[in-house]
């Protein structure tokens, strides 16, 4: 068999492929090209209201219930914000199986116990409450040094939480009081949890009670440690007064103990937090001062005991924050000699 070569044919035939193919000028794909993806917008807490007593400064965004900021006046923000987190709970308050957290950061307050929350809200978990960590917050009182912000009722626990921010006179210290408030019966017990997301310090501390529970160990991890991964790289201080936590890295982990405080240590500044311990009082995590390590940042977080609280009945609680002025070289007998006041 002979084939003649056509020219012309031959030219029709490559300028059909090239057409199937979208590559010749003006000839591509009818298909519509998805369009690029929004960006995520970032969160600027625009409603955030600053106190500065020429010491230091915090700032409260209502919009998000919490402090997005805290340091010295002038200085670096001490805590831990994501501004490209959003909350993105379509029904507030209440449970749903796809239901989304977003870390925010900052410092809030759960209020209750960890091993209740898929009691009170139904969810495996998370999240902890889609109103008083998800919702927005109002402002009840506010003056030159302090702010109330308030949060919607919640569902899930029957309660109104109110937090007050007041600045010391002319000293670098903040007094928080937390107040739950049970506006309807409710089953579950309440507690002052807060949670203070901060920068990654050089260490973390934290105080043990020398009246809490005789157990063993008196600091212990309350996340998977295998292999050892936090129980190497802590240790006590003074008569086993304390327990520094220095790691580094996506640790991903708890520890605890029975204790009054917990502290972050930077090169030049360390951020004290302080409040009441109970040793009679119900702890269910078995500790009442905890530190959580994550890639980005620290927790440092207080508990007050469960209580039950009855309708219209309230619970009041108070923790205490410090900005100390010292090296880290001198931070650690610095807290040792507080603590021992």
């Not at 590559?23 to 998805?34: D, Q």
């Not at 889609?130 to 569902?155: F, H, L, Y």
């Not at 209580?307 to 807290?335: C, R, Y």
Request: net charge negative; glycine share 8%; with cysteine.
């Amino acid at each position: 068999m002979t084939y003649r070569y056509n020219a012309r044919r031959w030219a029709w035939g490559l300028v059909a492929v090239l057409l199937m193919l979208g590559l010749l000028p003006g000839c591509r794909s009818s298909e519509p090209v998805a369009a690029p993806a929004a960006p995520k917008p970032l969160l600027t807490f625009d409603d955030k209201i600053t106190l500065d007593n020429g010491k230091v400064r915090l700032g409260v965004s209502p919009a998000v219930g919490r402090v997005v900021e805290f340091g010295f006046t002038g200085g670096e923000n001490l805590i831990w914000v994501d501004t490209e987190a959003v909350y993105d709970n379509p029904v507030p308050g209440v449970a749903v199986p796809d239901q989304k957290y977003y870390n925010l950061g900052g410092d809030k307050l759960w209020p209750t116990a960890q091993p209740l929350w898929k009691l009170a809200t139904g969810n495996d978990s998370w999240p902890p409450d889609g109103v008083i960590d998800g919702g927005p917050w109002t402002v009840r009182r506010r003056s030159d040094r302090s702010v109330t912000i308030e949060s919607a009722p919640s569902p899930h626990y029957g309660i109104v939480v109110l937090r007050t921010f007041t600045l010391a006179p002319d000293e670098p210290r903040v007094v928080i009081q937390n107040l739950i408030h049970r506006v309807e019966a409710n089953p579950i017990p309440v507690s002052a949890w807060t949670i203070t997301q901060v920068k990654t310090p050089i260490a973390a501390v934290l105080d043990v009670a020398a009246d809490g529970p005789e157990i063993a160990p008196l600091v212990r991890p309350l996340t998977d440690d295998t292999p050892g991964k936090v129980a190497g790289n802590v240790s006590m201080l003074g008569r086993d007064e304390m327990a520094v936590w220095k790691q580094r890295g996506d640790t991903y982990a708890k520890l605890g103990t029975f204790g009054r405080s917990v502290a972050a240590v930077y090169d030049d500044v360390t951020f004290l937090q302080e409040t009441d311990f109970n040793p009679a009082g119900a702890y269910p995590e078995m500790s009442s001062a905890q530190l959580y390590r994550a890639g980005d940042y620290v927790e440092l977080e207080l508990l007050s005991p469960l209580v039950q609280l009855g309708p219209e009945e309230v619970m009041k609680n108070q923790v205490v924050w410090t900005l100390i002025d010292v090296s880290s070289e001198h931070a650690f007998p610095t807290l040792l000699n507080h603590k021992r006041k």
